[in-house]
């Protein structure tokens, strides 16, 4: 619930840009987002849920303590001090009731009336919620983000990247079972590289011969692996007789590490098609391992040779010296021995030391 108002600092801004030292998939989600709220008329300059606690146009740390208070109380945001009916700030008498306000709030209080009242926010107070204001609620609530997506995906349209997959499967996939896909591409690591290629992957953002061919004529369609098919996005992905051995020696590799037989499936191994009944770091570790797959793919994506399992071994190791690492700086476990201890075991049985600890 605490993190919406920190999210929601987008909503004020005209038009948040990357800033330096942030991943460039953060960049492709503000360029969406930028455009999307421009083309739905989702936002204005100021939100009704202006954060109160972390609030940029305050001074660094001012009003941290008395925030934490007031959000323990329920008291967040700005629009929470507005009375849509009498179109006025809430007095202090009636946040003593609604908030439990006491003598030391009333100072902070009057800073942050100044705040709504120099700020242009009280324009954009009077004017009500936007339709995007209004579908979030009265009040913050933990599924507000879910429901933010579910509106922008239009639940019940299925996008065309959805279309694409499903044809290539042959069925339609429930919008459950997208649910899950997302879930499970958003859950899939602590580095926004592997969450990145997740996406990429889904989203069918690699160029292939065929979609080249579509935009200039006189480009060939066949596969860029000369095997002489036609290179859709399925089969410079997995049908492609040049990577079929790769992608049977790593659900091999993975099978045997986990000691469980994971079907030789592209659903598995593109969309994240969890219906594999594996412990929790397990199924993390098969997550990653595909990821690490599909990485190594794509690094030779126009190449006549497939990757090797060596490839995708070494950045498991890496991976794993990027969790220890975390681990180290944030001082807790996070499921870390769940993940890597059947690899780790793998690892050292086969000989290969790889990284150190
Ligand atoms: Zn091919």
């Not at 009375?83 to 030391?104: K, N, Q, T």
């Not at 590799?253 to 079907?263: A, E, K, M, T």
Request: proline share 5%.
């Amino acid at each position: 619930m605490m993190i919406l108002p920190r999210l929601l600092f987008l909503f004020q801004l005209p038009g948040r840009v990357r800033l330096a030292g942030e991943p460039s998939s953060v960049g492709t989600s503000l360029r969406v987002w930028n455009q999307t709220r421009g083309g739905l008329l989702l936002g204005r300059r100021h939100s009704w849920y202006t954060p109160l606690r972390h609030n940029p146009a305050f001074p660094p740390g001012w009003g941290e303590g008395v925030f934490a208070i007031w959000e323990s109380r329920g008291l967040v945001c700005v629009g929470q001090l507005w009375d849509p009916v009498l179109s006025r700030i809430r007095p202090y008498s009636e946040l003593r009731g609604r908030f439990g306000f006491g003598v030391r709030d009333l100072f902070p209080y009057l800073q942050v009336v100044h705040y709504i009242r120099s700020s242009g926010l009280l324009g954009d107070l009077r004017g009500g919620k936007t339709p995007f204001e209004l579908l979030l609620g009265p009040v913050l609530w933990k599924g507000a983000l879910s429901a933010i997506y579910r509106c922008l995906n239009c639940r019940g349209t299925p996008h065309s990247y959805m279309l694409a997959w499903e044809g290539g499967w042959g069925s339609a996939i429930s919008w459950d079972t997208w649910e899950d896909i997302w879930k499970e591409v958003s859950s899939v690591g602590i580095a926004a590289l592997l969450i990145e290629n997740g996406y990429k992957v889904i989203f069918r953002w690699y160029y292939t011969p065929q979609v080249l061919a579509r935009w200039r004529g006189g480009v060939n369609v066949l596969c860029w692996r000369g095997c002489g098919e036609v290179g859709t996005y399925l089969h410079m992905w997995w049908h492609c007789g040049r990577v079929r051995g790769f992608w049977t020696e790593v659900f091999s590799r993975v099978s045997r590490i986990l000691d469980f037989q994971i079907p030789d499936d592209w659903r598995h191994a593109l969309l994240y098609w969890h219906q594999l009944d594996l412990a929790r770091g397990d199924s993390l570790f098969c997550k990653l391992a595909f990821t690490a797959a599909r990485l190594a793919l794509a690094s030779l994506w126009n190449q006549a040779h497939p990757p090797t399992w060596d490839m995708v071994e070494h950045r498991l190791l890496n991976w794993q010296l990027l969790y220890q690492l975390t681990v180290l700086r944030q001082g807790k476990q996070h499921g870390y021995a769940h993940i890597w201890r059947r690899f780790r075991a793998t690892v050292g049985m086969s000989g290969r030391g790889g990284v150190g600890f």
